[in-house]
């Protein structure tokens, strides 16, 4: 049988080829590799979150940060200004609340005394009505009376409106009190942002921002590269996605660490990936060509590496290799 293969080389190149393809086909059943992976972790970006020139940068490129180190800083005075201006302000408003409710007080005095005069004002209006009914009062004076009481009781109208509109001053100085409080408070939390500091444990990334450089709100800064949930990014071919399920042993090779095998899981399918990289941005999307080469559509699977020592870090970035056992 090897005899007439060899006699014919043509049939055995084909047979070795189709022999390489039927291995292939029935070893995708149970596992799948790609060298088309990479070290990912947590990175955290940094980004101007008020308007301003850099004042001063605390740190350089790779250094080690640890929660609550300082950064950088953004120029303060103006925004410092802003505080005092919204300090005065609030001060002024206080002051006209107090002055509101001192004017209700008044008002309120005014009332009582208006209501008072009136009372009296019917008494005697009572009074002389009898009198005048017995003969013992002229017209001239139940005249008076009426006029006394109709007197007093416009008087007693004019207070209570007056109270009224100090009510209303009080809403009012109340509202402005509100404002100013609320400005105070913006200005004091846009002053707290010119000084960014680390928010977590990590490397700072290299950064070419300089110290006088004019920011804008939302423009990058530097980032920290953190060692938390250090993993593998391997993207796989579509064709292996049924085969794919959370849990999977995988076995992990790294760039930086040749020859040393890393043992992993699957911890994350892709859902979908954008047709391209104009598409739906938030969505990851895989190059389907290299060298040329149109390649199959391959979906981003996130590897969690199990055996990775505590403490040791990954460079970011770096190449992998995954052997993904279904």
Do not use: C
């Amino acid at each position: 049988m090897l005899r007439r293969l060899l006699d014919h080389p043509v049939r055995l190149i084909v047979g070795v080829v189709i022999l390489f393809f039927a291995l292939y086909e029935l070893s995708v059943q149970f596992f799948a590799y790609t060298g088309d992976a990479y070290v990912t972790t947590d990175v955290v970006v940094l980004s101007a979150e008020v308007d301003g020139p850099i004042a001063a940068i605390a740190v350089e490129n790779n250094q080690a940060v640890k929660t609550g180190d300082p950064l950088f800083t953004i120029e303060t005075t103006p925004y410092a200004l802003d505080v005092t201006e919204a300090e005065a302000t609030l001060a002024q408003a206080r002051a006209g609340l107090a002055l509101a409710t001192d004017q209700v007080a008044a008002a309120k005095a005014t009332v009582v005394s208006a209501e008072a005069v009136l009372s009296n004002a019917n008494a005697a209006l009572s009074r002389s009505r009898a009198l005048s009914g017995e003969g013992f009062s002229t017209d001239a004076t139940l005249d008076e009376a009426v006029r006394d009481a109709a007197t007093a009781s416009a008087n007693l109208s004019v207070a209570q409106s007056d109270l009224g509109v100090a009510n209303q001053r009080v809403t009012v100085a109340n509202a402005d009190l509100s404002a100013a409080e609320a400005a105070l408070g913006k200005a004091r939390y846009r002053l707290s942002k010119t000084d960014i500091a680390a928010p977590v444990d990590g490397r700072i990334a290299p950064f070419t921002r300089r110290r006088g450089d004019s920011l804008a709100a939302g423009d990058e800064v530097m980032a920290i590269v953190t060692a938390e949930r250090p993993r593998i990014v391997a993207n796989v071919a579509e064709r292996h996605l049924s085969h794919l399920k959370l849990g999977q042993d995988v076995w992990v090779t790294i760039g930086s660490r040749p020859w040393r095998i890393v043992g992993g899981h699957v911890s994350g399918i892709a859902a979908g990936i954008a047709r391209s990289p104009d598409a739906q941005r938030i969505i990851p999307y895989v190059d389907p060509s290299t060298d040329w080469v149109r390649l199959p559509r391959r979906f981003p699977v996130e590897i969690t590496l199990d055996d990775l020592p505590a403490g040791e870090a990954l460079p970011l970035g770096a190449d992998a290799r995954a052997l993904i056992w279904f």
